[in-house]
């Protein structure tokens, strides 16, 4: 299985969780732990999509054993990127801040907040599968 039809499948856990655990009320979710929970999975969905790309592209970890660890940073993956396409390192930069920042640790109620990184996670793992075919 390719690993962008694992980052889709994080994304779907992400919509799930959002719908069923952290109850919209208008323009707000009401649980917080729950958008937390849903914006991290999405992001980290968009990592295994983007490690994988960037594996098969010959991009090295910044460490001894050239693999992905914990204390890889987000920097790693905006240089790579934008080695590669300046557009998706745009997306990048705002999925970040979307689904890490302001989801994932400010867990921010806002459904436009999370709606928005989801959608931007969506662009980038679309625009993966689209080169890995």
């Known amino acids: 299985m390719e690993a962008y039809t694992e980052a889709y499948r994080y994304l779907d856990n992400a919509k799930e969780i959002l719908r069923t655990k952290a109850k919209k009320d208008g323009k707000f979710y009401e649980d917080v732990k729950y958008v937390k929970m849903a914006c991290n999975t999405a992001y980290s969905g968009l990592l295994v999509a983007l ?55 400010d867990g921010s109620l806002l459904v436009i907040t999370s709606k928005t990184g989801l959608e931007l996670a969506k662009s980038i793992i679309d625009w993966i599968a689209k080169q890995m075919k």
Not at 85 to 95: D, I, P, S, T, V
């Open 51 to 105: 490690n994988d790309y960037f594996m098969k592209k010959g991009v090295k970890y910044p460490n001894p054993k050239g693999k992905r660890t914990q204390s890889t940073n987000v920097d790693f993956y905006k240089k790579n990127l934008a080695k590669i396409n300046q557009k998706k390192l745009r997306e990048f930069n705002e999925a970040y801040n979307y689904l890490h920042l302001l989801g994932g640790y």
